[in-house]
């Protein structure tokens, strides 16, 4: 996780739209991640080489993040899905995202799918 989307950043104005993780969520991310405690599916997003994942964590959580509109602090809406990316300027991290929206990408072809993470 980036600072960009640390609970934990959520008193930090930003000039850009951006999701902040659910503390809960946070939280217990190193622990999902080594246990391997989650299902995944892997996309392919055309504007960048290397894959996109989306984690559905095992545990029960009742939101895995929020949006933090730009130039606000108070997060707004839910966000249902854990997208896994390896940026080439930030490295692996994980922000939060709306299923629907993450389904347009998929539905336009800027995001296709691979496959099930195994």
Known sequence: MTPKHDPAS???VWAV???????QVSSSLCAMLDACDFAGE???????PNPTYVL????SFSSLGSLLPSGST??????????????SKQGW???????????DRVVSGSITYVGPVV
């Not at 739209?17 to 503390?23: A, E, Q, T, V, Y």
């Not at 892997?42 to 960048?48: I, L, T």
């Open 10 to 12: 959520g008193s930090i």
């Open 74 to 87: 108070g997060a707004t809406g839910s966000f249902d899905r854990l997208v896994a990316v390896n940026g």
């Open 17 to 23: 739209d951006r999701s902040i993780l659910d503390p």
């Open 42 to 48: 892997e996309y392919q997003d055309v504007r960048y």
């Open 93 to 103: 991290h994980l922000f939060a995202e709306n299923q629907g929206s993450f389904d």
């Open 56 to 59: 559905e964590p095992s545990a």
